[in-house]
């Protein structure tokens, strides 16, 4: 069974750091990109940043300075720090993993989601 568990979301006054944590586990044949997708309440799911097996990255221009994603391939594992957090950071912030599950066979993979709350 193939999964991402997240770690690391909680409270964080404004200016604030967290580090965010994805591990994929299970029958994995690889993963290609990984990313940290965020939806605060009443809006959309959004893109915050993705990093790709060679270690390329995208940002979302509101994060670009502030947060940093990084992985460790031997690890299946990719972190997002957040640094100068501000209260519009609020949101559930979802691992999503592009896995190779067998020779022909790549899907999508989401984790639970982890709570991330920047008070002013």
């Known amino acids: 069974q193939v999964q991402l568990v997240e770690s690391g979301g909680g409270l964080v006054q404004a200016g604030g750091s967290l580090r965010l944590s994805c591990a994929a586990s299970?029958?994995?044949?690889?993963?290609?990109?990984m990313g940290w997708y965020r939806q605060a309440p009443g809006k959309q799911r959004e893109l915050v940043a993705d990093?790709?097996?060679?270690?390329?990255?995208n940002y979302a221009d509101s994060v670009k300075g502030r947060f940093t994603i990084s992985r460790d391939n031997a690890k299946n594992t990719v972190y997002l720090q957040m640094n100068s957090l501000k209260p519009e950071d609020t949101a559930v912030y979802y691992c999503?993993?592009?896995?190779?599950?067998?020779?022909?066979?790549?899907?999508?993979?989401w984790g639970q989601g982890t709570q991330v709350t920047v008070s002013s």
């Open positions: 299970g029958s994995i044949f690889s993963i290609n990109v």
């Open positions: 990093i790709s097996s060679g270690g390329s990255t």
């Open positions: 999503n993993g592009r896995l190779r599950i067998s020779y022909s066979i790549t899907q999508d993979y």
